[in-house]
């Protein structure tokens, strides 16, 4: 299994609506949960009782797709309105997102670290220092994980800040975000991912669902490419929508099982499944 | 803070169905995620999607309101299905708990072990072995946490089991029971609690939302009282339903938040509550 380690705050945590997006549901993409892997379920990154969906999910279903063989496993630990302060390497979200890394390496290769953060940055000329503060922590992270070479993808802030709702205070994020780029060009094994064009929930803060299902193109195309993604890319938005709707046997007793688990269905309908799918 | 690990399995992390009970909302009250405290909301214990209502809410919310100077946190561990084999100490459930305890400790004392496994052990015999098994298990987990007497408070299988949905299976819980309360009774600062007419989920595994509630207090009981809880309690039903209405400041700053992160009311409607909530 190839991990990818998801760190940063809320927009990479995910708080898209799940309604307005169709789920994706893929045996051979897992999250870590308790120290294991099971298989992914929208939200991974379960931070705040509003998570929900993250750029995670399109990731990691393009990932599967382009690499049908093998399968994906995804390491959550964004948490919500975290500084970049708070990601100082003796606090407690740099050594619990070591710690979960460590439990996934177990089984699975470290291949790409996630990163999105910086609106908790876009005030009070935080970006001054902002540069800085991220090598020291990637620094240490990749030491931490015997990880120098593995692709780091950095993802921009969106346009929508620093103007209504929860945005209104990040005024700063075009600043934050030149460092974010001058980031990636400069260190090595480090690309930038552009938010151009992507949408907010009402709260003017949080990238909305459909634009987290955009943003996880982006970032796999930076991934694969092992290059910038500096515009959005051509037929994004209905290649974000194109989610698999056949499911395999595995697939659907999954969901039989949560339907029956969450009352949905009764006992008689879930058995009724059962039969459908292994007479398939 | 005083800190309770939950460990166990699906009916530890809780699935009774949200929109059954009052939420609990107590700013007192904490749950440990990415290493960190925050308040707490349900689901705590977030293993699975159809994660929900557990004991641990009505337990933390009692014990908040006998200890009223002091706050409490809570460290989801549970894991869906596990197998007491599966807890083994060299399995990563039981190394992800340790883990997890271990960065809650680094605020917090460690004041209670919150266990709940069996159905998954109540078939084949499982029962044979399972006293020596838990025993290896428990003995390690207060040697690596270094709590040697921290109270234990070991909870029945309800009585539902063996009998419809996914329960059908569990045709052994009367003699998983027998040695969950004779290792209680013999082990020291370990308390049984009865599952005794607590009521499942349509899944016929699952205990439900106001059977948790009442669960809840049962363990808190065993705990305060450091004695075996045998009987359902007095007034355990009635008690269990007197959900705190009237928030602090901070609560309902935080549910106001919630509500408008959810999109659920406006920019506008979120000011008037902060307004509202400023003036009092």
Redesign the interface.
Known sequence: MHSFLMIGQSNMAG?G?LHEVTPIYNEKIHML????W?MM?EPIN?????SGVSLAASFADTWSQENSEDTIGLIP???GGSTLDEWAVDG??F???V?EAR?AM?GSILTGILWHQGESDSSNGNYKDYYQKLLTIIEALRKELNAPTVPLIIGGLGDYLGK???GTYATEHELINQELERFASEQDNCYFVTAAGLTA????I?LDAASQRIFGLRYYEAYAMLDHVTAPLEDEEKRSQSIKQVHTAAEKLYLAS?D????KI??EEFNARMVQINSK
């Open positions: 708080r609506f949960r308790n120290g294991r099971q379920v379960y931070d705040r009782p509003v630990c964004a948490e407690p979200l050594k619990h997102a710690s439990f177990e209504k709702g929860f929930n009402p709260d003017g949080h949560m029956f688990a969450l009352g009764t006992y």
